[in-house]
Structures are given as C-alpha cells and as structure tokens.
C-alpha cells in the first residue's frame, strides 16, 4: 500500500509520500538512541514543560489538526477536534503525574534499605493505526516520554500526513530532535526496525493479524511488547434498564468514530423482554442519522476510511445475510463519490454468522435477543475477542455481580465504553494484552529494577 492521503469523502488522491529506505531508517534509529543517552538523564521537571508545551500546541492548534484527521481517514471534524483536544489532555496527564507515579517504591525487607525503581528501556517503536491517528500516538508517546524513553512511530500508510503533524509538534515544543521520529516505511519494513538492537519494545495498537506477526517478529528477539487489537464489545441490555437512554447510547457507540473503533459497541445483546422495545426505538435512531462529507459540522456519519475496508464490510454484511440475518436499516453503499456506509442494523443473527463472531469495521450493529441475563452473560463471553463491554441495568450491585463475569479488559455500567488517561486501557484473549493509560501504562516501558543495600 502506497503512502499517501486519499480523501475518502470523495475517493482522490491528494498527496503521496516515498518510503524512506532501510538505511536512512537506520539512522533515524541510531539517531534516536543517542538522544536517548542525554533524554534519559533529564529531570521530570524539564521533560513536564516540555510535554505540557505539545498539550498547548495541540489546544491552540486542534482545528488545523482535526482537519487533517478529517482529511485522511473521513473522521467527522467535531470528533477530530475532540481528539485532538483528548491528546492534549493525555500529555496533561502524564506531564503532572509521572513524577510520583514512577517516584521509587521503598519496600521493608532485612536490608538495611530496599526499594525498586523505575528506569526507561530506551528506543521504543511504535506501530499505529488510521482510525484514531493522534490519539492512539499520543497515549504511547506521552507516557514514554515521561518515563525517559524516545519514541520512533510506524504510522498506518494512509495517515502520512498525521504522522509528520506529530512529530513536528514535538518539534514545536522544545523536544530534541530524535526523541520522537516519525518513520515513513510501510509493513514490510517493520521487521527491520524490530532487528535492531537499538529498539528496545514495541507497542502496536491494529489488528489481530497485525499483532500476530509484529509479536512474532518481537518474540524472535525477545523483546517486549504491548497489543492493543482487535474488539468485538457488547452492549447488554437488561429488562430493567432505562431502554430510551440505553437506545440513545447505542447509536453514539455504534456510530463513534464512524463506525471504525476496536471499542465501539458492536454486539447488541438484549434480553427478551425488553427486546422489541429496544430495536424499535434504536432503528428510529439510525435511520435518522445523517451522513455526508465529515468536514461539515452537521454531519454525524461520514465515510469509511479505505475503498478496500468498505468492500469488506459490504461482504461481511452479504455473508450474515445469506446464512440468514435480516437487515432492519441501511445495508447497502451509499451511491456517491466517496467511501460511504449507512448506519446499518442487523437482526435473526446466529453464531454461525460473520456478524456475530467476526470485528465489524464500520457503522453496522448486530442484535441478539437473550433469554435473560444469564444467556446475555453467555453470549457476550462468546467471542474471541474481550476488549471493552457495556452493561445496562438499574440495579448496580447486579452490575458490580456480572461485570466480574463478563471476559474483558474493561466493563462500563450504563454508559459506552471510552478510553480515560486515568483508568488502565487494554484487553484479553484476541483483543491483545498489557494496559495502556494511567499508572499501569507507563509502566509498561520501564524495568522495574530491584535495589538493595546492606
């Protein structure tokens, strides 16, 4: 795949990027870890304004670089400018705590003294995806940085742009050339990078395939990794949950980020009783949403991001139906310039269906109707995947009783699962394993290191 911006509101290339060479990424590399020597022995304190300087950039600046999310991957631009603005929020974050976070931890033994601490591991890489090209960056970068580690990025081939936008705004805020590179290569040149000795961990927020071969390449050399994958989240309805609000929410997660979000509710699952009411009013609300070209503020559908990822969800949607599923709205390609999908829901979906078991990358809800809520429980455990699940119900001691049932990383009780720089971000099973965000996250890139004295 070339590197280069497609619109994909209208299907036009606007710009194309050449791929640096091995070589000249090799530098990059070795450029970086010599950054790393001096980066490595700087005070909380400085490397704090510096990451509070790209919170202001990216607060000052979060329209010019909403456009370019909205641009490259068809985000609607008052979600890119939220996340921009979340990224912000992010380096505030990490600016702010990761001093005490990573302050040494005195622990009592028969020393005279012992404690652990917390180094930085040096160059790491970074592979990122298109649906979210500032946001997935900044939660690595932000806490890496932090903690005295550089960054390299290997950004999605169709978000070149997003990808210099980053590292100019590192640039912009004082950090040193190296401590955060951009490299333009594309997949096949991943496995180099992980070689080098110099590159010391990888993080990779894609897909399943995607991690599968990055954790294999890293593996080989025994380096560490964290993968953030895949999702297939349910969103279980209970029959004495607030079903208009529960209704509301459904659209919002469904539809966030058009569609396109490993943590976006896909799965519908809603027990019998309060079933029919809940289609009912969730259909009236997709098919009143309004999609178009995401630069226009009134739009809260836009585009898929690839013409070759709206081809696949359009077979994905053939293959539930022809074993069967029925569809309630949508389900056909907008006929328009551009890459679009209705808002689109599916019921009579079985196990046997590409809709129940499979990632659906784009704005299409599946329903499942529950006999009660221990088959709910058992239908959402019922996936490869375990990402993020949402449960709604009145009765809160129940929820706190089936959220320690539901296989996942996260559960939200009456409200759509998000990503929170306070609270640990990650999965189990396909969806991957290690936490990003809060204390957790910034812990994943440092050796925890054991001291000693007598």
């Known amino acids: 795949m070339p590197l280069a911006t497609i619109n994909p509101a209208n299907g036009k290339l606007l710009k194309s990027f050449e791929e640096y060479s091995v070589e000249y990424a090799i530098e990059l590399i070795e450029r970086a870890h010599k950054t790393y020597l ?14 509070l300087n790209v919170a202001e950039e990216l607060k000052n600046n979060s329209r ?63 592979v990122m995806p298109w649906n979210f090209p500032f946001w997935q960056v900044f939660r690595f970068a932000a806490p890496a940085l932090m903690a005295g580690n550089v960054g390299l990025l290997k950004h999605a081939s169709n978000v070149p742009q997003s990808a210099l936008a980053i590292e100019e705004i590192f640039r912009i805020a004082g950090f040193p050339d190296g401590a955060f590179t951009t490299l333009l290569i594309g ?25 599968q071969q990055v954790a294999e390449a890293c593996g080989a050399k025994l380096k560490k990794t964290v993968m953030e994958l895949g999702g297939s989240d349910p969103f279980i309805v209970l029959e004495d949950a607030d079903i208009e609000y529960a ?7 469904r539809l966030i980020n058009n569609g396109q979000s490993c943590i976006a509710a896909k799965r519908f699952i809603v027990v019998e009783s309060v079933y029919d009411e809940f289609e009912k009013m969730f259909i009236d609300k997709m098919k009143n949403i309004k999609t178009g070209d995401p630069i226009d503020e009134s739009v809260e559908l836009g585009p898929i991001a690839r013409k070759d990822l709206l081809k696949e969800l359009e077979e994905q949607v053939q293959r539930s ?7 309630l709205c949508g389900g056909k390609r907008l006929e328009r310039d551009g890459y679009y999908f209705p808002a689109t829901v599916i019921a009579n979906v079985t196990s046997s269906m590409p809709a129940y078991h499979e990632e659906i990358f784009g704005p299409v809800a599946t329903l499942i109707k529950a006999n009660d809520e221990d088959d709910a429980i058992r239908i959402a455990n019922d996936s490869e995947f375990g990402l993020g699940a949402a449960l709604f119900t009145a009765n809160t001691g129940k929820a706190n009783m089936l959220a320690a049932k539901i296989e996942s990383g996260s559960v939200f009780i009456n409200e759509m699962v998000k ?14 394993y290690g936490r990003e965000l809060s ?9 925890i290191k054991t001291v000693w004295i007598k």
């Open 321 to 327: 139906v022809n074993a069967g599923a029925k569809i």
């Open 64 to 126: 010019k670089y909403g456009e370019i999310l909205t641009l490259e991957m068809g985000k609607t631009i008052l979600q890119a400018v939220a996340e921009v603005e979340k990224c912000a929020w992010a380096c505030e974050y990490y600016a702010k705590n990761a001093e005490s976070i990573l302050s040494k931890e005195f622990i009592r033994t028969d020393a005279s003294e012992s404690y652990v601490r917390f180094d930085p591991l040096g160059v790491v890489l970074a």
């Open 419 to 432: 990503s929170d720089p306070r609270l640990p971000f990650g999965g189990i099973k396909l969806s991957g």
């Open 439 to 447: 204390h957790y996250g910034i812990k994943e890139f440092v050796n």
């Open 38 to 51: 001096s980066w490595r022995e700087t005070t909380f304190a400085q490397r704090r304004e510096l990451l």
């Open 187 to 211: 997949p096949s040149k991943v496995q180099n990078v992980i070689d080098h000795k110099l590159v010391r961990a990888t993080t990779l927020t894609g897909s399943e395939f995607a991690g």
């Open 247 to 253: 209704a509301n929410t459904a659209v919002t997660a």
